[in-house]
């Protein structure tokens, strides 16, 4: 199964609305790089059984996302910022140093 680790960044986001028993299959799968055989073990569960929390779970994080859209602001607004950093004076080293620090910020 390919992992699409855009699902691990929504999971950052939006986690929170999902279960606990999904987010944490979620969490082992893309954070911890578990197998399905080690997250069922891990769970009690089957294969099959965590294949499908992973697959119900990033079909309600891609909603959430669709929805709110949290990511793409996040994405946004990063790149502005690096726009502005494009064009500051090189005198500016505190202000870069800042918006560095909040475009990074912002990425986790």
Do not use: W
């Not at 999904?22 to 790089?33: A, P």
């Not at 069922?40 to 119900?56: D, M, P």
């Not at 500016?92 to 990425?107: E, F, K, P, S």
């Amino acid at each position: 199964m390919a992992k699409d680790l855009n699902v691990s960044r929504l999971c950052d986001i939006y986690g929170m609305l999902l279960t606990e028993h999904r987010r944490e299959i979620v969490r082992e799968f893309y954070d911890y790089d578990l197998s399905l055989a080690e997250i069922a073990e891990n769970f009690g569960i089957t294969r099959q059984a965590v294949l499908c929390n992973i697959k119900q779970a990033e079909s309600k994080l891609c909603e959430y996302e669709k929805a709110l859209g949290i990511a793409e602001k996040t994405d946004r607004l990063a790149g502005e910022l690096r726009a502005v950093l494009d064009v500051l004076p090189n005198g500016a080293a505190d202000v870069r140093a800042r918006l560095l620090t909040i475009i990074d910020d912002l990425q986790r």
